[in-house]
T-cell receptor, first 115, second 116 residues
């Protein structure tokens, strides 16, 4: 049961244009969402996060939008640069009965930004 | 301000040997997580530890795999009697103590295990 879904395994965008990566979730208890970027042979790097009390968070070229009613979030990268080419993972967490948190991960979307 | 440190970066083991992967969390972080990425697959959660305490090991295979995070020293992921299917990238992550608003975890560079 995939609670966090990234339905597009890959995305190709022209340099300078906007990249939009999507993520859907099923668990309404999720209240914290994160995006990570991963280059081959490296560990994932934290990009940006958003709490469920917000619907938008912006950091430079990266903006995350959260639509709680649709259980959907998206990462916008504008303008896209060739160095943004990587695999992007969406993750979500909820506080459990033991007062702990565990991140639930999507399978990733591979972004290619073409010069 | 060192990040999460993992070693070795690359490890080759013959079938039946033991593999030990080490992880030192970021300074000030008391929580450690281990993930595995098999070839052509996404990140799979394995185990979540605090010092001297396993919080969640729901992603750990039932046999041959164990993890610890002692009071002193790094966290260790131990794989006994390795098989070819254990060949993967193993990522460690750490985070500060739990906060109400949620945890951001920070990853190390990974340890690549190859079983021959």
């Amino acid at each position: 049961d995939q609670q966090v879904k990234q339905n597009s395994p890959s995305l190709s965008v022209q340099e300078g244009r906007i990249s939009i990566l999507n993520c859907d979730y099923t668990n309404s208890m999720f209240d914290y969402f994160l995006w990570y970027k991963k280059y081959p042979a490296e560990g994932p790097t934290f990009l940006i996060s958003i709490s469920s009390i917000k619907d938008k968070n912006e950091d430079g070229r990266f903006t995350v939008f959260l639509n709680k009613s649709a259980k959907h979030l998206s990462l916008h990268i504008v303008p896209s640069q060739p160095g943004d080419s990587a695999v992007y993972f969406c993750a979500a967490s909820a506080r459990n009965a033991g007062n702990n948190r565990k991140l639930i991960w999507g399978l990733g979307t591979s972004l290619a930004v073409n010069p | 301000n060192a990040g999460v440190m993992q070693n070795p970066r690359h490890l080759v083991r013959r079938r039946g040997q033991e593999a030990r992967l080490r992880c030192s969390p970021m300074k000030g972080h008391s929580h450690v997580y281990w993930y595995r990425q098999l070839p052509e697959e996404g990140l799979k959660f394995m185990v979540y530890l605090q010092k001297e305490n396993i919080i969640d090991e729901s992603g750990m295979p039932k046999e041959r795999f164990s993890a610890e995070f002692p009071k002193e020293g790094p966290s260790i992921l131990r794989i006994q009697q390795v098989v070819r299917g254990d060949s993967a990238a193993y990522f460690c992550a750490s985070s500060p103590p739990l906060s109400y608003s949620g945890n951001t975890i920070y990853f190390g560079e990974g340890s690549w295990l190859t079983v021959v």
